[in-house]
């Protein structure tokens, strides 16, 4: 597939970084790409976002998409982050005091897969200290944050056009194949 010629060369505009493309008009452009590119490329121009010295830290960036997330996507994240963590990680996050909301509803126990109304009950700050605190641990959290949002790009627009533009420039790279 070639998504240069299927997007209409929209995708070329961000080669360089995409700095002078307005806020609104790199939403528009992100819609389209996400209805034209495949999910694993998505996933990677997310991956690519979140590891990126343009934009916030991941932990900030994970916080900030789980607050926009309706409780199917929370718990998806909430769940992949406490996989990820796994029991040792995870009791040293909870233990370090940032966490009381998952610390009630895990009551010091061993990990285990929460509910939607049960991810709604962990605030976002939460969310950002344990992301931190796994990635640390376990860089490779990224990828499943980023799989997990891949399927849900209107979500993603909620980040800004900054963070949008780094994703549409790794699409681009993708795009032209100059990209890893």
Known sequence: ???????????????????NIPAGQVETHF??????????????AL??????NQTPAF????????????GGQQASMLNALIAAAGPAVLSGALSGGNLPGLSSLLGGGAPRQLTP???????PQEIQHL????QANNPSIVDRVSEIYAEHPTIVKTLGGAALSV??????????????
């Open 1 to 19: 597939m070639d998504l240069m010629n299927m997007l209409g060369g929209m995708l070329s505009q961000y080669a360089g970084g995409g700095a």
């Open 31 to 44: 819609d389209q790409a996400a209805q034209a590119v495949p999910t694993s490329a998505m996933a990677s």
């Open 47 to 52: 991956s690519a976002m979140f590891n990126s």
């Open 59 to 70: 932990g900030q960036l994970a916080g900030q998409l789980f607050g926009n997330s309706g």
């Open 117 to 123: 109304e049960e991810a709604a009950q962990v605030s």
């Open 131 to 134: 992301a931190n605190h796994v």
């Open 167 to 180: 994703a549409m420039a790794k699409l681009a790279q993708h795009a032209t194949g100059t990209g890893a």
